[in-house]
């Protein structure tokens, strides 16, 4: 019987692995609970309107079609049993079990309120398709909302929009969607200009895009407050209620939250660490050994945003790494070699985009800003994005929007319009 590897998860970590054992004699079966690969970095991107989810978020048998030795189970991983070596999953309510020989859990991380979970239903975050599916529904009907209301409080409410954090997405997120209301929306509405929004980007510390040199931190608060963007740094969040937000300075009414602040381990961090005893840190990541294995258990790998190791960023670039680093051990130990091989970081840099031809890239010791970045920038995920007919889709939909200025990805369905209409009759 071939050797049966096991991946948990389908986004960066677990693709790179995958894709690392398509010619080895082994039995690959990647598990997920949803049926797509999700190209995160570009989410926000689907929340304004610019990409479509089909564009960002190919299905998963589509992406491995052509690996004969990859299987594809969708499930939610509800435990794992370390000593029997399997686990146990909810595959739409029927509860299964996938044994395994070697297994790599690359889970990912979601949203982290730092301990104040309340403020998720009216700050939602932006870590899925359903959320940015939802925050693009937000968006775009807090301007038709807008359209509707005639007292000007309610209306200027409705037409401020609050990002919390000030990472890459945040950043990004706050610059586009001051672009749309600049120019994706022009002369789209009769009883209001889409140019008097308000987007502020909260900042709990003293930069924006904190860990890029200081040159570019400042060069980037500078482009977001060219392209309209509110920049309140040293601001903490205290409260959020569907009307808007409280902070440390005071309060912002504001209809449309969004949280960008933080992350936190998948819940299967958790499981791991209480089965194996290994230790987590405070956001929930597995302490590993230097070759990204469980202690202990030298068949289980754990990978990108769950894996804790040498104060490794949660970025994509990790993922993709650690992920090919634990296919690539697997390879070596079943040709004999079981030598511990530490996993080595090559950072490629850093790059976050403000708006149109605006954005900052780190690279070495190369900085870059301004038209060349954001060029950059677009090139570098287009490489990365899966499949020729979503990078062709995806160029076409910039095109639209950036070289001209409409959104092509703006539709609210029946269900969510409703929800909207409900919102305002409450009120």
């Given at each position: 019987?071939?050797?049966?590897?096991?991946?948990?998860?389908?986004?960066?970590?677990?693709?790179?692995?995958?894709?690392?054992?398509?010619?080895?004699?082994?039995?690959?079966?990647?598990?997920?609970?949803?049926?797509?690969?999700?190209?995160?970095?570009?989410?926000?991107?689907?929340?304004?309107?610019?990409?479509?989810?089909?564009?960002?978020?190919?299905?998963?048998?589509?992406?491995?079609?052509?690996?004969?030795?990859?299987?594809?189970?969708?499930?939610?991983?509800?435990?794992?049993?370390?000593?029997?070596?399997?686990?146990?999953?909810?595959?739409?309510?029927?509860?299964?079990?996938?044994?395994?020989?070697?297994?790599?859990?690359?889970?990912?991380?979601?949203?982290?309120?730092?301990?104040?979970?309340?403020?998720?239903?009216?700050?939602?975050?932006?870590?899925?398709?359903?959320?940015?599916?939802?925050?693009?529904?937000?968006?775009?009907?807090?301007?038709?909302?807008?359209?509707?209301e005639s007292d000007p409080e309610r209306r200027?409410?409705?037409?401020?929009?609050?990002?919390?954090?000030?990472?890459?997405?945040?950043?990004?997120?706050?610059?586009?969607?001051?672009?749309?209301?600049?120019?994706?929306?022009?002369?789209?509405?009769?009883?209001?200009?889409?140019?008097?929004?308000?987007?502020?980007?909260?900042?709990?510390?003293?930069?924006?895009?904190?860990?890029?040199?200081a040159p570019l931190r400042e060069r980037a608060?500078?482009?977001?407050?060219?392209?309209?963007?509110?920049?309140?740094?040293?601001?903490?969040?205290?409260?959020?209620?569907?009307?808007?937000?409280?902070?440390?300075?005071?309060?912002?009414?504001?209809?449309?939250?969004?949280?960008?602040?933080?992350?936190?381990?998948?819940?299967?961090?958790?499981?791991?660490?209480?089965?194996?005893?290994?230790?987590?840190?405070?956001?929930?990541?597995?302490?590993?050994?230097?070759?990204?294995?469980?202690?202990?258990?030298?068949?289980?790998?754990?990978?990108?945003?769950?894996?804790?190791?040498?104060?490794?960023?949660?970025?994509?670039?990790?993922?993709?790494?650690?992920?090919?680093?634990?296919?690539?051990?697997?390879?070596?130990?079943?040709?004999?070699?079981?030598?511990?091989?530490?996993?080595?970081?090559?950072?490629?840099?850093?790059?976050?985009?403000?708006?149109?031809?605006?954005?900052?890239?780190?690279?070495?010791?190369?900085?870059?800003?301004?038209?060349?970045?954001?060029?950059?920038?677009?090139?570098?995920?287009?490489l990365f994005l899966t499949g020729h007919k979503?990078?062709?889709?995806?160029?076409?939909?910039?095109?639209?929007?950036?070289?001209?200025?409409?959104?092509?990805?703006?539709?609210?369905?029946?269900?969510?319009?409703?929800?909207?209409?409900?919102?305002?009759?409450?009120?």
């Open positions: 019987m071939s050797h049966r590897v096991v991946i948990v998860g389908a986004g960066f970590g677990g693709l790179f692995a995958a894709r690392a054992l398509r010619r080895a004699p082994v039995e690959v079966t990647v598990v997920d609970r949803t049926n797509h690969h999700l190209f995160q970095p570009l989410l926000y991107q689907m929340a304004t309107g610019v990409l479509a989810e089909g564009d960002i978020a190919p299905p998963i048998r589509e992406v491995l079609r052509r690996q004969d030795n990859a299987r594809v189970v969708l499930g939610d991983v509800v435990d794992i049993d370390l000593a029997a070596r399997e686990l146990t999953l909810d595959c739409q309510g029927t509860s299964s079990t996938v044994p395994y020989d070697s297994l790599i859990v690359a889970a990912g991380a979601a949203q982290s309120y730092f301990g104040h979970d309340e403020f998720a239903e009216h700050a939602p975050g932006l870590k899925t398709l359903d959320d940015a599916l939802a925050l693009r529904a937000r968006i775009f009907g807090a301007f038709e909302m807008a359209e509707l200027a409410a409705w037409l401020t929009f609050v990002v919390v954090g000030a990472g890459p997405t945040g950043v990004e997120l706050a610059g586009q969607i001051a672009e749309l209301s600049r120019r994706g929306l022009r002369r789209n509405f009769r009883t209001f200009e889409p140019a008097d929004a308000r987007v502020i980007l909260v900042e709990g510390a003293e930069h924006v895009l904190a860990p890029f040199p608060r500078r482009d977001l407050e060219r392209v309209g963007v509110e920049v309140r740094l040293h601001t903490t969040v205290t409260g959020v209620d569907a009307d808007g937000l409280d902070v440390t300075a005071g309060r912002i009414e504001a209809r449309t939250k969004i949280w960008a602040a933080g992350v936190q381990a998948s819940p299967l961090g958790a499981t791991l660490a209480t089965r194996s005893g290994a230790p987590t840190d405070s956001a929930g990541r597995v302490a590993v050994r230097p070759d990204c294995t469980l202690p202990g258990h030298p068949e289980v790998f754990v990978v990108g945003d769950l894996m804790s190791l040498d104060h490794l960023p949660g970025v994509a670039e990790v993922a993709m790494q650690s992920g090919t680093h634990a296919a690539r051990t697997v390879v070596r130990r079943l040709r004999g070699d079981v030598r511990e091989r530490r996993f080595r970081y090559h950072d490629l840099g850093t790059m976050a985009t403000i708006a149109r031809f605006r954005a900052v890239a780190s690279i070495g010791r190369l900085r870059m800003t301004g038209v060349a970045a954001w060029l950059l920038w677009l090139f570098v995920h287009l979503n990078r062709i889709a995806a160029v076409a939909n910039w095109a639209v929007a950036f070289l001209g200025r409409a959104r092509p990805q703006r539709a609210i369905n029946g269900v969510e319009a409703s929800d909207l209409f409900a919102t305002v009759r409450r009120r």
